[in-house]
């Protein structure tokens, strides 16, 4: 080989060699955590030293807090200042090693480049999409990088779970109202939208100064007049910060108002806010609300109150549901049926649930039987609650509409069930179901109970109070099938038919299918009375859902573990098979 050959041979070598490096690999937060607080403690570059500290809070996830002092060669301590920022505004992306003859770093942006990052200095706050990271050698740079890649990717975040518009709308007028002062003025902040109005939204500032001097300014907008590119979090005058909203083609739809006086129309909009990560969430649920983007599982079912023991599943459907479409083929299935919601079986006694009845000519009643326990817990008497009306298949859901909400009393245990004929006292539809009501079917082939169900959403209150609700009823027919192989967790279990069984000794419920897990507690029924215990009573009826693939060992005695459901609110745990007879 020639010496030129062997030459161009050990630079592309070297070349080679600093391209490849392996990556630095973490197992955990805290070896992440203290990688970098270890590597970045001391640092020299030429003609300086750096200090870093930090502080990974837990109180806020995600939130750290930088601090950075440093000295020049000759020992003169120079400025310090730190960095409040929140992982998850990290662009990962950009973390990039720049280097100049005098100083190493790693160079951190934040994502979208916006001004996320809140820097403390000579005792003034600013903010800065960009900070800095000194480094003592190239490599050090690149293990620090990956550390923090590490953190970016697995720290937990705060996510918003929404469910529905209604869920981002109350989030917003929850989360917005803020007061805070900067340069010697005080600003109050609301927000609220208007429902009756095709969702307008309203925003409110109110800027007090040191001389009690006030300035009250509303903004009037609809979402759908702005640009969702266009959202993003600015650095206003004074150092706040402020969530920027731009309108499309900067057409000016915005109403001001000022004092109580409607002043213009503009074409922007800045809200304050006093915290990146706020003004990161307004912006992701404006974005959310934009494009209808929310999440899948819904808020669990809330059990209504009850005079006697009753049997429901208290994991209604898996996290792996999905969305099945109605049509005019397969409607027939779901109609003339009655569903009650979540019982396993027929109430006894005269106690609180909800039934829905939809009707092959397309009409539907949905009533809540309320014992009335003013005149004792034994009495019959009480009362429905009806909302009747039509319904039609649109979109694959269907889309109810409500013709009017009534009251029927009873005084025989309410075996006689409403029709929708009877007249009853008139009630307020918007206090009851009366608000945007549609049915989506739902397919779960992970289910331990059905694989089926039927989920019912509707908003109602008015004004000054809102709710949404949402609620299961499972579709008889669809349950799953003894023996069947299903998941609870990670682990695969076998389906037994939610048989009724009794407790024959006294144990505790678990967690976990394991007598080192974490022990349940459930309510207990005295007579009419509960009383919370973790130790099940001879006797006690449970419903038997499921039961472990395998054997094992409790004791002396050897049998499976099983899933159950027991108790007034519907505790679901694992009780050892030694201590259960199954019933039919």
Same mark, same amino acid.
């Not at 730190?82 to 934040?110: M, R």
């Not at 706050?125 to 590490?150: E, F, G, H, W």
């Not at 509303?218 to 402020?242: H, I, P, Q, R």
């Not at 008015?462 to 023996?483: H, I, N, Q, R, Y």
């Given at each position: 080989?020639?010496?030129?050959?062997?030459?161009?041979?050990?630079?592309?070598?070297?070349?080679?060699?600093?391209?490849?490096?392996?990556?630095?690999?973490?197992? /955990?937060?805290?070896?992440?955590?203290?990688?970098?607080?270890?590597? #970045?403690?001391?640092?020299?570059?030429?003609?300086?030293?750096?200090?870093?500290?930090?502080?990974?809070?837990?109180?806020?996830?995600?939130?750290?807090?930088?601090?950075?002092?440093?000295?020049?060669?000759?020992?003169?301590?120079?400025?310090?200042?730190?960095?409040?920022?929140?992982?998850?505004?990290?662009?990962?992306?950009?973390? #990039?090693?720049?280097? =100049?003859? +005098?100083?190493? !770093?790693?160079?951190?942006?934040?994502?979208?480049?916006?001004?996320?990052?809140?820097?403390?200095?000579?005792?003034?706050?600013?903010?800065?999409? =960009?900070?800095?990271?000194?480094?003592?050698?190239?490599?050090?740079?690149?293990?620090? !990088?990956?550390?923090?890649?590490?953190?970016?990717?697995?720290?937990?975040?705060?996510?918003?779970?929404?469910?529905?518009?209604?869920?981002?709308?109350? *989030?917003?007028?929850?989360?917005? +109202?803020?007061?805070?002062?900067?340069?010697?003025?005080?600003?109050?902040?609301?927000?609220?939208?208007?429902?009756?109005? !095709?969702?307008?939204?309203?925003?409110?500032?109110?800027?007090?100064?040191? +001389?009690?001097?006030?300035?009250?300014?509303?903004?009037?907008?609809?979402?759908?007049?702005?640009?969702?590119? /266009?959202?993003?979090?600015?650095?206003?005058?004074?150092?706040? #910060?402020?969530?920027?909203?731009?309108?499309?083609?900067?057409?000016?739809?915005?109403?001001?108002?000022?004092?109580?006086?409607?002043?213009?129309?503009?074409?922007?909009?800045?809200?304050?806010?006093?915290?990146? +990560?706020?003004?990161?969430?307004?912006?992701?649920?404006?974005?959310?609300?934009?494009?209808?983007?929310?999440?899948?599982?819904?808020?669990?079912?809330?059990?209504?109150?009850?005079?006697?023991?009753?049997? *429901?599943?208290?994991?209604?459907?898996?996290?792996?549901?999905?969305?099945?479409?109605?049509?005019?083929?397969?409607?027939?299935?779901?109609?003339?049926?009655?569903?009650?919601?979540?019982?396993?079986?027929?109430?006894?006694?005269?106690?609180?649930?909800?039934?829905?009845?939809?009707?092959?000519?397309?009409?539907?009643?949905?009533?809540?039987?309320?014992?009335?326990?003013?005149?004792?817990?034994?009495?019959?008497?009480?009362?429905?609650?009806?909302?009747?009306?039509?319904?039609?298949?649109?979109?694959?859901?269907?889309?109810?509409?409500? !013709?009017?909400?009534?009251?029927?009393?009873?005084?025989?245990?309410?075996? @006689?069930?409403?029709?929708?004929?009877?007249?009853?006292?008139?009630?307020?539809?918007?206090?009851?179901?009366?608000?945007?009501?549609?049915?989506?079917?739902?397919?779960?082939?992970?289910?331990?109970?059905?694989?089926?169900?039927?989920?019912?959403?509707?908003?109602?209150?008015?004004?000054?109070?809102?709710?949404?609700?949402?609620?299961?009823?499972?579709?008889?027919?669809?349950?799953?099938?003894?023996?069947?192989?299903?998941?609870?967790?990670?682990?695969?279990?076998?389906?037994?038919?939610?048989?009724?069984?009794?407790?024959?000794?006294?144990?505790?419920?678990?967690?976990?299918?394991?007598?080192?897990?974490?022990?349940?507690?459930?309510?207990?029924?005295?007579?009419?009375?509960?009383?919370? =215990?973790?130790?099940?009573?001879?006797?006690?009826?449970?419903?038997?859902?499921?039961?472990?693939?395998?054997?094992?060992?409790?004791? @002396?005695?050897?049998?499976?573990?099983?899933?159950?459901?027991?108790?007034?609110?519907?505790?679901?745990? *694992?009780?050892?098979?030694?201590?259960?007879?199954?019933?039919?």
């Amino acid at each position: 080989m020639h010496i030129i050959q062997r030459i161009c041979l050990f630079f592309l070598t070297i070349a080679a060699g600093s391209l490849c490096y392996s990556q630095h690999e973490f197992t /955990s937060l805290d070896e992440a955590q203290m990688f970098i607080t270890s590597k #970045l403690q001391e640092v020299s570059n030429p003609g300086k030293t750096y200090q870093h500290s930090f502080n990974f809070e837990t109180g806020r996830t995600g939130m750290v807090t930088a601090a950075i002092n440093s000295k020049d060669s000759k020992g003169k301590a120079q400025p310090a200042y730190s960095v409040d920022f929140f992982l998850e505004h990290i662009d990962p992306d950009k973390i #990039l090693q720049v280097s =100049t003859t +005098k100083e190493l !770093k790693l160079e951190i942006h934040a994502k979208r480049d916006q001004k996320l990052f809140k820097m403390l200095k000579d005792g003034k706050t600013s903010y800065t999409n =960009t900070m800095s990271l000194y480094c003592s050698d190239a490599q050090i740079a690149r293990d620090v !990088k990956d550390a923090l890649l590490y953190l970016v990717a697995n720290s937990p975040s705060d996510k918003i779970v929404l469910y529905t518009e209604e869920d981002a709308y109350i *989030w917003l007028e929850n989360n917005m +109202k803020k007061s805070y002062t900067s340069n010697k003025v005080t600003y109050d902040l609301s927000f609220s939208v208007d429902r009756s109005s !095709k969702n307008k939204m309203i925003y409110n500032l109110t800027a007090t100064d040191d +001389k009690a001097q006030k300035k009250q300014m509303k903004y009037e907008f609809y979402l759908t007049d702005f640009n969702d590119a /266009s959202f993003k979090v600015m650095v206003t005058s004074g150092n706040m #910060l402020s969530v920027n909203l731009l309108t499309v083609n900067n057409t000016k739809a915005i109403t001001y108002f000022e004092n109580g006086i409607q002043k213009s129309f503009v074409n922007k909009l800045d809200m304050a806010v006093n915290d990146a +990560k706020l003004a990161e969430d307004i912006i992701s649920v404006f974005e959310r609300i934009k494009t209808a983007n929310f999440d899948k599982e819904e808020i669990k079912v809330t059990k209504v109150d009850e005079t006697t023991k009753r049997y *429901w599943s208290s994991q209604d459907y898996s996290s792996s549901h999905s969305i099945g479409s109605f049509s005019s083929a397969n409607l027939k299935n779901y109609t003339d049926k009655t569903y009650k919601l979540n019982l396993l079986y027929e109430p006894s006694l005269n106690i609180q649930y909800t039934s829905m009845n939809l009707k092959s000519d397309k009409t539907y009643l949905i009533y809540t039987n309320i014992p009335d326990l003013s005149k004792g817990i034994e009495s019959s008497a009480g009362w429905y609650e009806v909302n009747e009306g039509s319904y039609a298949e649109k979109d694959g859901k269907l889309q109810l509409t409500t !013709k009017r909400c009534y009251k029927l009393a009873y005084s025989d245990f309410g075996e @006689k069930k409403p029709t929708g004929k009877e007249k009853g006292e008139v009630l307020d539809c918007k206090k009851s179901f009366g608000n945007s009501i549609y049915i989506e079917l739902v397919l779960d082939d992970q289910s331990l109970y059905y694989n089926e169900y039927l989920r019912l959403h509707a908003t109602c209150g008015d004004k000054k109070s809102k709710c949404v609700d949402t609620l299961m009823f499972a579709v008889s027919g669809t349950e799953v099938k003894p023996d069947e192989v299903r998941k609870k967790g990670d682990q695969q279990v076998t389906i037994i038919g939610l048989k009724r069984g009794t407790v024959t000794g006294e144990t505790k419920l678990r967690a976990t299918p394991s007598t080192k897990a974490a022990v349940k507690t459930y309510e207990l029924e005295m007579g009419y009375d509960t009383e919370t =215990t973790e130790t099940v009573q001879v006797g006690e009826m449970v419903t038997i859902i499921a039961r472990t693939k395998s054997k094992s060992k409790v004791g @002396k005695v050897e049998d499976y573990w099983y899933l159950v459901d027991i108790g007034r609110y519907s505790t679901e745990a *694992w009780i050892h098979g030694q201590y259960i007879k199954l019933g039919q």
